[in-house]
């Protein structure tokens, strides 16, 4: 039994979750942001979790729904607390949306030799990716005005990316393979 560590409880990393509450390991969830209402059309968080912590909803949500037990961290990841929140992984992913933390999660991951893997979805919604840090580069934000995962009209494909998400996962928790894939609404394109 090894330890995963999911970064972020937003769209991805909330459904990831989900999808990963059988894996045979510990499972982390690092998230700082509070659910608002917008949040429960796009993530697997309900109106009961409102203004509550991300990963402690969670951690309340597959404990309750599954019996599964998860550690919830409430923090932001920081250059202070990376050892902390990242050291003792045998497996990250990062479900962040923006590029301070993909970059801080990326550069522990590599210094520590941590595999990392990158949950990654467009601003509109329109294609997602999970892809191996060696092959991932961090993009900067996109711009003010821009379409946000929030509305609901894509949960069906926000959960899609993070079944597909965790089954990359599980393929490399289990035989220690790792494939990267292209997610959009009409199919899956495998990567490497």
Do not use: Y
């Not at 979750?17 to 390991?25: H, K, P, S, T, V």
């Not at 909803?57 to 050892?83: C, M």
């Not at 840090?133 to 990316?161: I, K, N, R, S």
């Amino acid at each position: 039994m090894g330890q995963m560590v999911i970064i972020g409880a937003g769209a991805l990393g909330s459904h990831l979750a989900l999808f990963a509450r059988n894996f045979e390991c510990d499972l982390r969830v690092v998230d700082f942001d509070r659910i608002e209402a917008k949040n429960v059309q796009a993530q697997f968080h309900s109106k009961m979790g409102l203004r509550k912590n991300k990963a402690q909803a969670l951690q309340q949500s597959l404990q309750g729904l599954f019996g599964r037990k998860i550690q919830a961290v409430s923090n932001k990841l920081t250059g202070d607390n990376r050892v902390q929140l990242l050291g003792d992984a045998d497996l990250v992913v990062d479900c962040t949306d923006n590029f301070a933390a993909r970059r801080l999660i990326q550069d522990s991951c590599q210094a520590w030799d941590i595999p990392c893997l990158h949950g990654c979805l467009s601003a509109d919604g329109t294609f997602a990716r999970a892809v191996w840090t060696d092959h991932f580069t961090a993009d900067q934000e996109g711009q003010d005005g821009e379409a946000t995962c929030e509305d609901g009209q894509q949960l069906p494909f926000f959960a899609m990316a993070g079944a597909q998400l965790a089954v990359v996962a599980q393929k490399f928790l289990e035989e220690d393979k790792k494939v990267s894939l292209q997610i959009m609404p009409t199919g899956v394109v495998r990567l490497a």
